[in-house]
């Protein structure tokens, strides 16, 4: 069974009742500079507190059950959250060995293995969300490995393509992302 995040988004929806962010910002640095007041509250400035309490809340589970698959849950202690928490900061993913046609990167990948008889099709994270993360890539077979998208930009530079590794068993490539495509830093 798949581990669960108990912590979920509070207004997220495409017309939650929340003030913009710039009126939120304006409330911030004015009226709400020391808190909410006694009196009549406004449901849209605290629906806004309560939605990005509850965004974040919701993020950090879901990197916690990602990273651990370990379950979030809600029941009022913090311990088992926080000892979760760091866990899921401190992976260290062990190289994982895919034998298979495709393979879709996760967040916690930092070493691929590629043990596919031809060529296999690697999934990269969107290279626009993860700026600065690394990946290296080996093959063990004499055989292709390239980007689902032409993504990859070749360690001598030039435009993205879709090429990772030549069909050569023991090729690597460390690739990095520099927020629009994953450049490759090294490779033998």
């Known amino acids: 069974m798949a581990a669960t995040n108990d912590f979920q988004p509070f207004g ?5 009742n929340v003030v913009t962010q710039a009126a939120y910002i304006s409330l911030l640095a004015g009226s709400l500079a020391n808190g ?3 009196g009549v509250a406004a449901s849209n400035q605290f629906n806004k507190v309560w939605r990005q ?3 974040m809340a919701n993020i950090i589970g879901a990197l ?3 990273n651990t698959g370990q379950n979030v849950i809600d029941d009022g202690s913090t311990a088992t ?3 979760n928490l760091s866990a899921a900061l401190s992976v260290s993913s062990v190289p994982k060995t895919n034998g298979a046609a495709t393979y879709t990167m996760v967040l916690a990948d930092t070493d691929l293995i590629a043990n596919y008889a031809g060529i296999q099709t690697v999934t990269l994270l969107n290279p626009v969300n993860y700026p600065g ?9 004499a055989n292709t490995v390239v980007s689902a998208s032409a993504n990859v930009v070749p360690q001598v530079g030039g ?20 927020g629009a495509n994953w450049i490759i830093m090294s490779s033998n």
Do not use: M, N
């Open 159 to 178: 435009a993205a393509a879709t090429a990772i590794l030549a069909a050569t068993a023991g090729k690597w490539a460390r690739l990095k992302s520099d």
């Open 81 to 83: 959250i926080l000892a």
């Open 36 to 38: 909410f007041q006694p």
């Open 133 to 141: 993360k690394e990946v290296v890539i080996k093959t063990i077979t």
């Open 53 to 55: 309490s509850s965004l």
């Open 64 to 66: 916690i059950v990602q």
């Open 12 to 16: 997220a929806s495409g017309g939650a």
